[in-house]
């Protein structure tokens, strides 16, 4: 083989691999980007109270206060989640490739596990897309396990333990967004603390016989609690789109298992 072909092979196992190293800084991007505009839609469109709860537009700070810091970070949590809807679409899609015989009448031999161990192992080289799909893994160590052992109660042992640890591993992907759920009420009940604080150095500050004490004081007070009750609702969003997604992700990795089964140990003749 040339240098040129060489260096085009190269080429093209470092796309994949370039394109998922750069989709969490995309994600972050487009977070920020996102919770740009919602907070200047907010700007030109609240009136009081909602103004001050959603982004506390009187604050002296402002754009920099804590409800514009939590729609920055529900942005984030929901560019993760929309990453991993989009990975459990990609497993289903897999399910429809056509790596194994799908009749009622094939039976797998030595030569035909080669045939599709090859062709799983195309997709999930180091680098690919597909190095991370769930089931062109499962049908290389299945295959492996059967070829060397050519024992099908091994073979079906390794498709059960390698299901548990793909479970466990889609687990670990949603480390971040829980983290970012659990961020959220922190920021908020940070956010509740200094606006406490602020009133209480307001009222040591002015006359106590002033009549307008009381209203200013509760009125502050109110602007203080409205950072926790944004987060609580947040990271409630947040929580109800994650228990979907992570289904749905675990869902299709059950539908990988089950194909596997019906379609692969089921169908290995070790004769």
């Not at 039976?107 to 035909?112: C, N």
């Not at 509760?218 to 944004?230: D, E, G, M, S």
């Amino acid at each position: 083989m040339d240098d040129g072909a060489m260096n085009r092979k190269q080429m093209a196992g470092q796309g994949p691999r370039a394109r998922r190293i750069s989709s969490h800084p995309l994600v972050i991007a487009a977070a920020l980007a996102g919770a740009v505009v919602l907070i200047k839609v907010f700007e030109a469109s609240l009136e009081a109270p909602w103004d001050a709860l959603l982004i506390d537009r009187e604050r002296g700070t402002y754009p920099l206060t804590v409800q514009n810091v939590m729609w920055v970070v529900f942005m984030l949590g929901l560019g993760e989640l929309f990453v991993r809807w989009r990975e459990a679409w990609a497993e289903l899609r897999e399910l429809r490739a056509g790596y194994l015989p799908e009749d009622e009448t094939t039976v797998l031999q030595a030569p035909d596990l080669r045939q599709i161990y090859a062709r799983a192992r195309d997709v999930a080289r180091p680098g690919s897309a597909g190095a991370r799909r769930f089931l062109p893994r499962l049908i290389q160590r299945v295959a492996i396990q059967f070829q060397t052992s050519r024992s099908i109660e091994q073979a079906s042992t390794l498709l059960n333990s390698s299901l548990e640890l793909f479970l466990h591993e889609i687990d670990l992907r949603y480390s971040m967004t829980r983290y970012i759920i659990w961020l959220i009420p922190s920021l908020g009940f940070i956010g509740t603390v200094i606006g406490i604080s602020l009133a209480l150095a307001y009222a040591g500050q002015v006359d106590l016989q002033d009549p307008t004490l009381l209203a200013e004081l509760t009125k502050r007070l109110a602007v203080a609690f409205n950072t926790t009750l944004l987060a609580l609702v947040m990271s409630a969003v947040l929580v109800l789109i994650q228990h979907v997604v992570q289904a749905r992700e675990e869902g299709v990795l059950n539908e990988v298992g089950q194909y596997c089964l019906d379609n692969l140990i089921n169908r290995l003749y070790a004769g």
